[in-house]
């Protein structure tokens, strides 16, 4: 039960895109489609921006999109907004029921 | 509106217990999978434990085993989060969470747990 590897820390020019990774195994990204990203602003409660791995959920802008290569997993948000500053984190089906999440990313916008 | 709203938290000391509660509203409660997960102050999110529909299916992170309890009352709305042995590690906001298929679809807002002397 080892916490998915993203990057601490991303950024990116308002108007451009920035991508952030989250590195699993094959246990777990690598052979689930149950992927999904959450944001998170200081303060307040996580919301769900991607699921099976590329899925909006109704309300999220299409700047924002998902993807998955071997056990690597990508968020990609594109049109850079200042609204999307924040912490952005993953998480992946492990089986048996369990679930793993990213250590989070902080994502900057310059 | 889907609405989830915890409560529970508190101050303890290492090796006490406390039960965490979460009231839902407006969705089927009884068809719901549902998790606790928590958030260290100025850590990343960690899974704690997940509940069947029925109540039949637990799971729980390793860290956890052993010490923490989740359970359902579905003629309720309601969850669980029995915690024994609290250690200052366990110091966290703990979140209420709908589970759809691997995602979280609802969050509750949250309520804090301290584990200190």
């Known amino acids: 039960q080892s916490a998915l590897t993203q990057p601490p820390s991303a950024s990116g020019s308002l108007g451009q895109s920035v991508t952030i990774s989250c590195t699993g195994t094959s246990a777990d990204v690598g052979g689930s489609n149950y992927v999904s990203w959450y944001q998170q602003h200081p303060g307040k409660v996580p919301k769900l921006m991607i699921y099976e791995v590329s899925e909006r959920p109704s309300g999220v802008p299409d700047r924002f999109s998902g993807s998955k290569s071997g056990n690597t997993a990508s968020l990609t948000v594109s049109g850079l907004q200042a609204e999307d500053e924040g912490d952005y984190y993953c998480s992946s089906h492990a089986g048996n029921n369990i679930l793993l999440f990213g250590g989070g990313t902080k994502v900057t916008v310059l | 509106e889907v609405q989830l709203v915890e409560s529970g938290g508190g101050l303890v000391q290492p090796g006490g217990s406390l039960r965490l509660s979460c009231v839902a509203s407006?969705?089927?409660?009884?068809?719901?999978?549902m998790s606790w997960v928590r958030q260290a102050p100025g850590k990343g999110l960690e899974w704690v434990a997940t509940?069947?529909?029925?109540?039949?299916?637990?799971y729980y992170v390793d860290p956890v085993k052993g010490r923490f309890t989740v359970s359902r009352d579905n003629a309720k709305n309601s969850l669980y989060l029995q915690m024994s042995g609290l250690r200052v590690e366990d110091t966290a906001v703990y979140y209420c969470?709908?589970?759809?298929?691997?995602?979280?679809?609802?969050w509750g807002l949250g309520t804090p747990v301290t584990v200190s002397s």
């Open positions: 407006g969705l089927p409660f009884n068809i719901w999978w």
């Open positions: 969470a709908a589970l759809n298929w691997y995602k979280v679809s609802t």
């Open positions: 509940i069947q529909d029925d109540g039949t299916g637990k």
